[in-house]
């Protein structure tokens, strides 16, 4: 938590006395710094006086400009300094949500933060756009780099990328190489990175595309596919189950479970019960099928490196692949022992 010396109630209170009553109280109803503190539209304070919303923003400017040429703002030169001191320990450039709260939980607070800061001539606001939050910075030219950096890093990024923290914080960056040293502790490259709203972390702390269902695990489906993929081999599909519930924290019954690992092709029976990634390269189908596709992808193969291979793409015993094995309707053997595919 970011510590100030001042209260920014008080504070705004003072630079709002300044104002006529009327402009005092379309600022008032504007940023939500009464009891209600729901922030009013331009039309519905409009409404309120009878006035268009254009002349409502007139007065909002207005009265911000008049407050700037006050003795009363010069008087408050401190809370500014401190409020820009504050930016920058946090890295210079930083999402509106995260800045106020790194001040305070209070919300209601917050509405007289955010009229500081909009008041306070040295600082920046970007809106919110398809790629970025709402964001507060002091550097234009820290800030295109952050955010040439930030679609860099996007671009680099595969539709169902999953990377770990440290590797994203690593990549992030080898593309921030002409931001100064003093910028790059993890701390404010992970304030960075969660300005972007186009890369984004799953609950597991992996990153990835924000679109990705990977990282925006939506169904059963994919909380099974981040449980597998986390456990790095084949798993029961109760256990899968298990983990859904202790990792996510959603209800998952074990027959829905396998039901949804049946149908995706994300996933490939391996073994009894046994689950697996198709991305891992195991052969999808039974047993039979998987004995099929080595012999296509080796020629003729004697039954021990047949076994062998297969063993390599499923749990099973060595027996259910010799009765597989010995179907004349799929295999044959030849005089030296080798099985083919029957004609």
């Known amino acids: 938590m970011a510590v100030i ?134 550097d234009q030219d820290l800030s295109d780099k952050v955010h040439s950096s930030l679609h860099k890093l996007y671009a680099n990024l595969s539709d169902n990328d999953l990377v770990s923290e440290q590797d994203i914080i690593r990549s992030f960056a080898e593309h921030l190489k002409e931001v100064s040293d003093e910028y790059k502790q993890e701390e404010i490259l992970k304030r960075w990175l969660a300005l972007s709203k186009a890369i984004s972390k799953n609950p597991l702390g992996e990153w990835g595309k924000a679109s990705s269902p990977n990282v925006n695990a939506k169904g059963m489906r994919d909380y099974a596919f981040l449980v597998i993929r986390k456990h790095g081999s084949p798993i029961h599909f109760t256990e899968v189950a298990k983990q859904i519930e202790k990792l996510f924290k959603k209800k998952a019954h074990v027959a829905t479970t396998h039901n949804e690992l049946i149908k995706d092709p994300r996933f490939v029976l391996v073994g009894r019960g046994l689950y697996a990634l198709s991305e891992w390269g195991y052969i999808s189908g039974v047993v039979k099928d998987v004995i099929r596709k080595v012999i296509e992808q080796n020629g003729p193969l004697q039954k021990d490196k047949i076994i062998e291979k297969v063993l390599k793409e499923r749990y099973v015993k060595e027996n259910t692949i010799m009765v597989n094995l010995q179907n004349p309707k799929f295999f044959k053997k030849d005089k030296e022992g080798r099985y083919s595919l029957s004609a």
Not at 60 to 89: C, G, M, P, W
């Open 5 to 138: 010396t001042f209260k920014p109630k008080q504070v705004t209170k003072r630079l709002l006395a300044v104002l006529p009553e009327r402009a005092c109280d379309v600022m008032v109803s504007r940023y939500g710094l009464g009891k209600d503190t729901e922030r009013m539209t331009l039309e519905a304070i409009g409404k309120k006086y009878n006035i268009t919303r254009e002349r409502v923003r007139q007065i909002e400017n207005h009265a911000i400009q008049a407050i700037r040429k006050s003795k009363d703002y010069q008087k408050e030169k401190k809370a500014f300094d401190e409020l820009e001191a504050v930016l920058h320990t946090l890295g210079g450039l930083v999402s509106e949500e995260d800045l106020l709260n790194h001040i305070t939980k209070d919300k209601s607070t917050h509405n007289h933060l955010n009229l500081l800061f909009i008041l306070g001539e040295s600082f920046k606001r970007s809106k919110e756009d398809e790629h970025f939050k709402h964001r507060w910075f002091i």
